[in-house]
Each structure stands twice: as C-alpha cells, then as structure tokens.
C-alpha cells in the first residue's frame, strides 16, 4: 500500500464529541531495528513478539471546536497535566497531520497511564504511541464507517510508526515484522504487519521476564543511536544480517526449534550493542550487572538444559525468555541468582500478547 493511501480525504460531517480508550502493549525485538533512513523508514527489516502485561491504557476526548489553524490538546499522565510530554506529542502530530486533516479541527483531552512503573527503564514510547494512534483511528472510524478492519489496523501501525519506530509493532499480533522483506508476505518499512506464518506451539505464551537492571535515564537515547548507524563502519553488513536473520527465524517460529531461536536472539541481542560500541561516538549501555546475569543464564541452561535465553532493548536491562512450560524453574532461577542483580530486586513478568485492546467508545 503506499503512503498516499493514508491520506484520510477530508469530512463533511464531523462528530461534536467522541471519547475513546484504548490500551497498547510494549514489544519486545527479536531480530533489532537499529539505524533509520528519513521519515522513520528503518533501515533493515525486525521483527518482535507482542508483551501482554507492560502496557499504556490512553483516552481521548476528542471536541469540535470553531478554527482549525493549530493543534489543541491538553496532556495529563495518571490524571495530572504533564506538561514535559507535551513537545513530543505535539511533535508527532504535527508529523500525522498531513494523513489525518481532520486532526486541527479537535480539542484533545489525552489521559495516559502505563501498568509498568515509570522509571523502570522501560520504555513507553511504543505503547504509548500505539495506544495513542488506535484512539485517533477510532475517531476517523467514526468519520468513515466504511473503513475496512484491515486498513483501519494497517493505518493506526503507520501512524504509531511516524510517533516511535518500533510503536508500529505494538498493534496487532502475537509476533509483528516491520520492514520490507523478500520472504514476508505484505511486509512493509511503512507499518508493522502479524507475522504470517503459523507459529509453533512451542511458542505458546512464550514468557518475557524483564530483569531491570538499571532504572536510570539511557545516556544515549535510540534516536541518537539509530542515527549513529549513518556512516557506520559494519551498517551494510550488519543490515545484510538481518535480513538474513529474519528469514532463519521465520523458519524457527514455524519449526519450533529452540536452539536455533537462541542462537539468532542472543546474537540479534549482542549484535545490537556491538553496533553500538562500534559507533563514532562509541557508547556503552549494558552494565556489569547485565553481563553477570548473561552468564548465569548461559551456565544455568548448560547445566539445566532449559531452552531459556536472553535479549537486550537499547539499555541495561535483561529481558529473559523461555517456554511457559519452564515457568515455575526459570522463577525459581531468577530469584536464587538473579535478583542480586536488579536495582532494588524489581523485575517484571510479562509474556506473549496479541496487541491493542479497545477498552472504551463513546
Ligand atoms: O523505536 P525506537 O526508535 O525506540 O528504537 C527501538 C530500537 C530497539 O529497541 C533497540 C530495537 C527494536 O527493534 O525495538
């Protein structure tokens, strides 16, 4: 589909009032986003599996109002006004306004709120903008009632994208690929699409544990970091990479063959902050701690032969992944060896989910 086809045409009959609610899931990378050409078009293809537990529940009230010349909106967080919040979501409606015309003539209200704590390294821009994206299509819905389920799904990824790259993976699907590639039916650099093929049921609520090893601000956010891909001495390799690595882990999704699941995302995860120590400003984001939990995890499932391995975002954080069925040892792993590890002990149990849930529409 190309881009023009997102223009939403312009309204005659405008609703007065709407309130919507929406809840968003974070993603987790299995094969990374890392390095972006113009307009958030990533620079290679990724693919991610939906979280189910870390999310951000967002409502709109949306009101006419007399002009159109700027953008109105009031932003609370948790029900208080944020006015910090504010620059980035103004930012990315000024990038949705030319998709979504109908947008300047609304006052927001936008209430958001995240199940994960604040500073817990976590980061909400991809449920947030998810969630913020699928109230925005509910509004157009509402404006077209034509609009076709999948086009209505494939928009609230392209807008969710234009706010956070990764924000388009956090719609819709168990396991969602973002970027054109050869094998991916329907795949696209404009919006994420559910992974086509059939996943294997050793994938079945697959569990997410998010060890948080450090809770502070990254030094180097990811927008730096993506750009730093620009002029990189390994970038065409490592784009190369993951295309390839995508097509091996389409295979493993559908084949169920775990060892080879971790061999592709422990290296994805490794890889990632290569590029980064590779970079011109270099920087490190891992901890001592991160490096000590990967060894626990490596002995560990060398002497328990539990198929668990670990993947890393853009921080210091470990997120541990492992079959459901493995659950009850893999708790018991974490909290003898690995907790020591977690500022203040803090992790989070999350697990595979399927994307955005409608939770109000008025
Ligand atoms: O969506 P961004 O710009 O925050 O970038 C996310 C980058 C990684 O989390 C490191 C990888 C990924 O694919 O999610």
Redesign the pocket.
Known sequence: MPESDFIAAPFLNLIERGTFSWSAPS???L????G?KAH?I?ANP?I?FTLNNCKTITSVVFEKKSTDEDFSFELLFEGKPKEDFKPKIEKFLERIATYCLYLKQYHFTIDTRNTFPHSSGI?S??SGMAALSMNIMSLEKVLNPKMTDDYFYQKASFLARLG????C?SIKGKAVV?GNHAEINGSSDLFGVEFPGQIHPNFENYQDTILLVDKGEKQV???V??NLMNGHPYAENRFHQAHSNLSKLKMVLENGDLQSFIEIVESEALT?HAMMMASMPYFILMKPNTLEIINRIWNFRKQSNIPVCFT????ANVHVLYPQKNKVEILQFIQDELVGYCENGQYICDEIGRGASLINNE
């Open positions: 993603n987790i990378a094969v990374k986003y890392w972006k958030q990533p990724s991610s980061a821009s991809a956070s790259g990764s924000a993976r973002w956010s990811s927008t970091g993506h990632l890393l975002d853009a921080g």
